[in-house]
C-alpha cells in the first residue's frame, strides 16, 4: 500500500492518542463523522485545506499525517521483520505499523539497529579471539607461567622437608616466573585494551596495511608518482606502526606501481565505459592478465570493488573489503569462495554470483583466476596465487533470479546452518545447527 | 626404584617442579623438551607413562600423539597431556587421538600426582 495512502489511519491513530472522540474531531474541523470516518479508514483520499485543518486540530505537523513515518524508520522495521522471519505479508505492514504505534515503531527500529552494531562487534572481536596468533602465544605465556608458579609455591608451602638448595632454587623460580607474569599479564590486557579503544592500534600488521590501504584509496587509485610515491605514503602513513607493516605495505605497493604503468587508470576507465568490468576483455584490450586488471579494477573507486588474493595454502595475502563481503582476518576463509574454486585449474577464469548472509543478503558478482608466480624451477611444482574481485551485483529486479551460490565469511562467524563447507561450529547460534 | 617418567615440557621451571614432585616419591624421570624429536624420544626410553604439554616446539602435543599411538607398542602407553590451551575443541581433539587424560594449566599438583599414580596403576 502506498505510504500516502495511509493519511486516513495515522488521523485515526493521532486522533486516539489524543483521547479525541471522531464525532467531536469531525465537528472541529467541519466535515461529517461519517465523512471523517470515511477518511480515517482510506476509503477517501484527503489533502488541502482539510489536511491542513486535522493537523490543526490534532496538533501536529501535516507532514506527519500525509507521508507518516520516515523512510529509514520503515526501512530498519522491514529489515527487523525479515531478521525475524516474518511472513512476507507482515513485513509489507511496517509503514502500518509505525504509522499506529510510532513510539512503539521508534524503539523497535533503534533495538533493531542496536542488535545490528552488537553483532557486527561480535563478529569482529570473535574473530579476533579465535585465531589471532598474537592473543593465543599471549595467553598461553600467562597460564604457563601461572601454572609454574602454583605448582612451585604449592611444594614450598606443604613440603617442610624441602632442603636448602631445592628452597632457594624454587624461591628464583618463583621471582622469575612472578616478574614474567607480571610482563605477560600487562601485554595481555594492552591487547585487550586496545580492542576497544576506539583510537587503537589495530594490532596484527596484516591488519595495519588493510587500514593503510583503506585509508589512501584515492592515491593507490592512480599512484601516478611512481615508486617515489609509494615511497612516501609508506614512510608518512601513520597507520602502518611496524617494520613488519611497512614491509608488507612497500611490497604492495610495488605491485600496484607495476600494475598501474601497464594500464592507466584514464585508459581503464574509458575501456570500463565500453566493456564494463568484463575482465577476459579488459584484459585482452591492455594485453594483461586476468588477474592483473582485477587488481587495477580493485583500485577504481567508482567500482566499489573488493579484492582477495590468497596462495595454495588457502593463506589470504591481500585483503580489500567491500560493503557486506566480509574478508576475515585471521584464519580461514569460507571454503565455497570461487576464490579457492580456480585453484586446481591456473588460467582458468571463474565469474560466479554468490550471497553473503548479511542483514540484507547481499550479493555479489565475484571473478576469480589463478595464475603462476615466480620463476618456473625444472621438478617442482609452481607457485600459484589465486586473486577474486568482487563486485557488488546490480541492483536490479532480476539480480537474485540467476543460480547463486551461498557462502559466508568464515565458519566461525558464518550463520548458515546445514552448510557443506561448515569446518568449525559457529559462534552465531543458527550455525551451530549444521555441524 | 619407581616407574619411569618421561616429562615433555619446554618450560623450565614446569620441569623442575614436576620433576621434584615425581621424584620425591621414588619416581625415575627423564624429561625432553624438543617436540620434534620427542616420538623417537620415547621410542628410546620407553617409559612407563608420559606426560606430555600440548605446545611444543617443533611438533604439538596432538600430532606425537597421534604418532606414538599408531605404534602398537604405544598404543597403551598412559600419557597425561598438559595444556594451556583448556579449550573444548582442544580436548575433543586430544581425546581422539588417544590421549589417557587431560589437564588444563595452571593445574594443581595433587591433580598431576594423582593422575600418574591413576594412570600407571590402571596400565598394570
Sequence with gaps: MARDALTGT??????????????????????????????????????????????????????????????????????????ARLPEEESARAEEFAGRF???????????????????????????LAHDPELAASVHEVLSTAASIRSTASILAEDKSITAEWRDRF??????DSRRLAHSSKALVGFLDAETGEAAPSGSPQEEVAAFLAGHAQALETLEGGDAEADRLVTTATELASAQSRH???????????????????????????????????AGH?????????RRLAAVQQLDAGLVVADRAGSLLFRKDTDGFA??????????????????????????????????????????????????ILNAPPLLEATMLILPAPDTPGARDVPMEQVGPACHICPRSGCRGRREPSILSDGFGGF | MGKHVLLVEDEINIIEAIQFLLSREGWKVDTHSDGATAVET??????DLVVLDYM??????????????????????????????????????????????????????TEVMTAVRDLVQLAQ
Design chain 1, 102 to 128: 510510532p513510539g512503539w515503531a521508534e524503539a523497535l527500529a533503534a533495538a533493531h539497529r542496536k542488535i545490528a552494531d552488537l553483532q557486527r562487534m561480535v563478529e569482529t572481536l570473535s574473530d579476533r
Design chain 1, 248 to 282: 608488507l605495505a612497500r611490497t604492495i605497493l610495488d605491485r600496484m606501481v607495476q600494475d598501474s604503468a601497464r594500464v592507466g587508470l584514464s585508459d581503464l576507465k574509458d575501456a570500463l565505459s565500453s566493456h564494463g568490468p568484463d575482465v577476459i576483455t579488459l
Design chain 2, 42 to 47: 620415547v621410542r628410546t626410553m620407553k617409559p
Design chain 1, 286 to 294: 591492455f594485453g594483461v592478465s586476468v588477474p592483473h586488471i582485477m
Design chain 1, 10 to 83: 495515522r488521523i485515526r491513530e493521532r486522533r486516539a492518542m489524543g483521547g479525541l472522540k471522531q464525532s467531536d474531531l469531525a465537528k472541529q474541523i467541519g466535515i461529517s463523522a461519517s465523512y471523517l470516518n470515511l477518511i480515517e479508514h482510506n476509503r477517501r483520499r484527503i489533502g488541502g485545506k482539510l489536511l491542513l485543518d486535522i493537523a490543526a486540530a490534532l496538533d501536529v505537523e501535516p507532514t506527519v499525517l500525509s507521508e507518516g513515518a520516515e523512510a529509514a524508520l520503515i526501512a530498519a522495521l522491514q529489515e527487523a521483520a525479515q531478521r
Design chain 2, 56 to 109: 611444543l616446539p617443533g611438533k604439538n602435543g596432538i600430532d606425537i600423539l597421534t604418532e606414538l599411538r599408531a605404534d602398537p607398542e604405544f598404543a597403551r602407553l598412559p600419557i597425561l597431556m598438559l595444556t594451556a590451551r583448556g579449550q573444548g575443541r582442544d580436548r575433543e581433539l586430544a581425546e581422539r587421538a588417544g590421549v589417557s587424560r587431560f589437564m588444563s594449566k595452571p593445574f594443581s599438583n
Design chain 1, 171 to 176: 624461591h628464583a623460580n618463583i621471582d622469575a
Design chain 1, 327 to 376: 574478508i576475515p582476518r585471521h584464519g580461514a576463509a569460507c571454503p565455497l569462495w570461487p576464490l579457492f574454486q580456480v585453484m586446481g585449474q591456473p588460467g582458468q577464469v571463474i565469474r560466479a554470483r554468490v550471497e553473503m548472509p548479511t542483514r540484507d543478503n547481499a550479493v555479489f558478482d565475484c571473478y576469480a583466476a589463478a595464475e603462476q608466480v615466480g620463476p618456473a
